[in-house]
């Protein structure tokens, strides 16, 4: 069975540097999948609020045969519910139907700047968790620089992962400067790419990255398959991952990547394939009001 190596994040916790996203993974079958990777031999499951699919989460970890302590637990709070009391209720909504008395890491999931005092409030409403015990560490997604340096100016806690969008061509590196400064993990989310098929181009938009040359011309060099090429270059740099799929033979693939490494002028070819462009919506342009608030009652 293949396990992943770990990370410590900045509070001493460890991480395990590989983990199993289940964004759009439909409730019907997503404890069934879960069960699917813990047994394959994931240990970080990624979910989130809005994913609508916490319960199935916590049902797939409880029939997995895998004891509670030895699995890291990751979920999100959403932007609706951000706010000092609104948060800390969505953190007890979220482990009862996790079915569980603690998350190992809780990340706000965008920093909605056009009314950044409710992030502030809400990251604060998450320290106080880890102070109470309900939640071992404490992060953030899609956050910018820009918006790091004015949580790090309103708040105690050095948020232990930023969750971002991160891939071949848009392999974030200023930002991951920033978190190597500060002491912050980075973790890819869509670190295979996928988001680029979603990018409303009706197909015209950028070329899949499992699908580009270079990554293909490694794939058959190493014998391994472009989701695996592109995997192990993300562990190389240091970076978190969350690949997601439904299929177990994937589900397998994708931590199939530890018994070889990509030579340095490979990942240099890799990173050169980078074209700051998003697949995903902007934080920048995340608003509150876009959403319905309790979208992800479940």
Aim: glycine share 6%; hydrophobic share 40%.
């Amino acid at each position: 069975m293949n396990t992943s190596p770990t990370l410590l994040l900045n509070n001493g916790v460890a991480m395990p540097q590989v983990g199993f996203g289940v964004f759009q993974i439909d409730a019907a079958i997503c404890a069934e999948t879960v069960r699917t990777a813990l047994q394959t031999g994931y240990r970080l499951l990624d979910t989130a609020q809005t994913y609508c699919n916490e319960r199935e989460v916590g049902r797939g970890i409880r029939e997995s045969g895998i004891a509670r302590q030895d699995i890291f637990v990751t979920t999100k709070v959403w932007v609706t519910e951000f706010g000092a009391d609104r948060t800390r209720a969505s953190v007890t909504a979220s482990l009862e139907r996790l079915g569980l008395e603690q998350v190992d890491l809780f990340l706000l999931h965008f920093p909605v700047p056009h009314v950044f005092e409710r992030t502030i409030e809400a990251y604060k409403a998450l320290e106080q968790e880890v102070r109470d015990g309900r939640v071992r560490a404490i992060g953030v997604c899609n956050f910018h620089a820009h918006h790091l340096q004015r949580l790090l100016d309103a708040c105690d806690t050095v948020p232990a992962v930023n969750q971002v969008e991160l891939h071949p061509y848009l392999n974030q590196q200023e930002l991951m400067a920033v978190h190597a400064r500060l002491g912050i993990v980075t973790q890819a989310w869509s670190p295979l790419g996928a988001v680029m098929l979603y990018d409303g181009s009706g197909g015209n938009g950028p070329q899949h990255v499992l699908k580009d040359p270079v990554i293909c011309a490694l794939a058959a060099k190493y014998g391994k398959s472009p989701a695996q090429v592109v995997l192990r270059w993300h562990v190389q740099r240091n970076v978190s991952i969350i690949p997601k799929s439904v299929h177990a033979e994937r589900i397998r693939e994708n931590l199939d990547i530890f018994d070889f490494a990509l030579a340095p002028e490979d990942m240099d070819a890799i990173n050169a394939l980078n074209r700051n462009i998003r697949g995903a919506l902007d934080p920048d342009v995340v608003r509150v009001d876009t959403y319905e608030t309790h979208m992800y009652e479940q």
